[in-house]
């Protein structure tokens, strides 16, 4: 059956992949039912479309980025490849398994731009309010259109949450912070290190965004980095200049102290203490309420959620595989919204998502971590055609990623991995990520400093 109207929310990876996944059933001849995409950016591209803003926007909406310059792919390239879109399809040669976020922004948008999905997407309009009509068994969605400062509504069938979940800031507080002398910012604000050169930076938490910002940090020249942990420190092996302590406990002006009794002066602070799942357009009965994990609760498959099976949320989980990630996700929901598959009654979902969050809470290391989601998206794949690939190899290769950052965080990202989608090994960049300061498109495709590069430096899983 086809004749039923989907609402997607969002046109991040998340989004793209839904509308990709329709369109791929059009491509076979297939009818699909009416779709409709809500962006509230002027772009697509979610995250990886970069914005030198911070706050509001100019419609006053909050800034949904929080990428910032000179970032890198935190993994390889190889481990978030479409399989229905490889890097080969797209620049046409190997290119190095760490690419700058504009040179994966292109290649999301390549895929994209191939179909007809922008006709699909209405940008500059904000889904506001989500109720469901329990007469009706529709949700009706009322929208802003912010250009036009307009207000509407739509009634949909399905409805699929794509917004992300690291724009919201989780802000903790320290005592005596209001009188920090310096800068004091969330990593959602943080847009570049220029800002920090020569600087003395204290930064708040031990999970992606601490160990990025603060090697960014030391890459673009700031006089020390101090990195304080609540649970576990990141553990690296960090050059003269970073190092970590235990949690601050409180900040007398700009001299923070820690818990194991040492103090220190600093410029500024960036706080990387995660981000919340927020979906202030969501009722309370219709919210996914989750901190960020492998396996929230409530989302059958991680993607249907439990109280209302026409509600379904993508790209929800914590994040080792993302694009191909949301892929399956989204041609599982695909097909479930197609009549293909047959969920099972509330009961024996319970069940299976009780299954998973066992297992997740049965993890303990970051390979654990890996494997988990690895087994997660195998189990995904076994209900669409979603082109199959080798997963334990992707599983593998995420744990040599794991493995180079814990030998050398400074230049893991100049290691080059092969692709379990083409077997195309990657190209070692044309300079060393230490060495790399311009992070745009042009220079990272350079083909006369690519042809200059020292192969004798190549240095390959
Ligand atoms: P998002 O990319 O967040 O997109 C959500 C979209 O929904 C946005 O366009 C937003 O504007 C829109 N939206 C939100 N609310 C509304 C609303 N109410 N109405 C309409 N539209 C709305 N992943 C990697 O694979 N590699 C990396 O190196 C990497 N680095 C990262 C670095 C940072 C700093 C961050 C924050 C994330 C990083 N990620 C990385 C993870 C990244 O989040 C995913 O790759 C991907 O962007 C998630 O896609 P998404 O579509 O689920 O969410
Ligand atoms: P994460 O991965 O959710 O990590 C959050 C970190 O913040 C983690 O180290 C937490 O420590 C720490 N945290 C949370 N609350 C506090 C308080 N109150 N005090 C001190 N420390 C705290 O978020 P990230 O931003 O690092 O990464 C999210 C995405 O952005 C990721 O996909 C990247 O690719 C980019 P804990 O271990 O819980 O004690």
Redesign the pocket.
């Known amino acids: 059956m086809t004749n039923f109207k989907v609402g997607i ?7 793209l992949a839904m509308l990709r996944a329709f369109e791929a059933e059009l491509k076979k001849g297939n009818a699909i039912p009416e779709i409709k995409c ?4 002027d772009n ?6 970069y914005t030198w803003r911070t706050g509001v926007g100019k419609y006053g909406e909050p800034i ?1 980025g ?3 310059k000179y ?1 890198w ?3 390889p390239k190889e481990c ?1 490849e479409f399989a229905d879109y490889t890097f080969m399809d797209h620049f046409k040669k190997p290119i190095s398994s760490y690419p700058p976020r504009e040179v ?1 922004f292109d290649y999301i948008q390549g895929r994209i731009k191939k179909s007809k999905a922008r006709d699909y997407i209405q940008f500059n ?3 506001r309010w989500v109720d469901y009509l329990e007469d009706k068994k529709q949700f009706r969605v009322i929208f802003d259109d912010l250009k036009k400062n307009e207000t509407f509504e739509e009634y949909f069938d399905y409805l699929v949450v ?3 979940h ?2 919201t800031p989780n802000m903790p507080y320290f005592k005596g912070i209001d009188n920090f002398p310096g800068a004091v910012m969330h ?1 959602h604000d943080f847009r570049g290190a220029d800002q920090f050169i020569d600087k003395d930076i204290l930064i708040i938490g031990s999970s992606y ?1 601490a160990e990025d910002i603060a090697v960014q940090c030391y890459k673009h020249g700031s006089n020390s980095i101090t990195i304080s942990y609540r649970s576990n420190p990141i553990g690296a092996k960090w050059p003269k200049g970073i190092e970590e302590r235990p949690l601050v406990t409180h900040f007398e002006d700009s001299t923070a102290y820690f818990k194991d009794g040492s103090s220190q002066k600093f410029d500024a602070v960036v706080v990387c203490t995660g981000y919340q799942h927020k979906f202030p ?1 969501l009722p309370d009965n219709l919210r996914l309420k989750t901190k960020n994990c492998l396996y929230p609760d409530n989302l059958y498959k991680g993607v249907v959620f439990q109280e209302n099976t026409q509600l379904l949320f ?2 929800m989980q914590d ?1 080792y595989y ?2 191909n990630m ?1 892929d399956a996700q989204a041609w599982f929901a695909r097909d479930y919204m197609l009549g293909r598959i047959e969920i099972p009654e509330a009961e024996e979902r319970a069940a299976d998502i009780a299954h998973w969050m066992k297992m997740e809470a049965e993890t303990e290391t970051g390979d654990d971590h890996v494997d988990f989601q690895t087994a997660y998206i195998k189990d995904l794949m076994t209900y669409t055609d979603y082109p199959p690939f080798d997963l334990d190899k992707v599983a593998e290769m995420f744990k040599l990623w794991l493995e180079s950052k814990e030998e050398n965080i400074l230049n893991y990202r100049d290691k080059v991995y092969r692709s379990v989608m083409t077997d195309t090994l990657a190209e070692e960049h044309h300079t060393s990520w230490m060495e790399e300061l311009d992070d745009s498109l042009e220079r990272f495709l350079d083909e006369e400093e690519a042809d200059e590069k020292e192969l004798s430096k190549v240095n390959y899983y």
């Not at 929310?9 to 989004?15: E, R, V, Y």
């Not at 809500?38 to 950016?41: A, D, G, I, L, T």
């Not at 697509?44 to 479309?49: A, E, R, S």
Request: without cysteine; neutral net charge.
């Open positions: 929310i969002g046109a991040g990876p998340s989004g809500y962006e509230k950016q697509w591209g979610g995250m990886w479309n949904h929080s990428m910032y970032l792919s935190n993994g978030l994966l309009t904000v889904a794509g917004t992300g690291f724009s990593a965004s357009f993508l790209g994040q993302t694009f949301f």
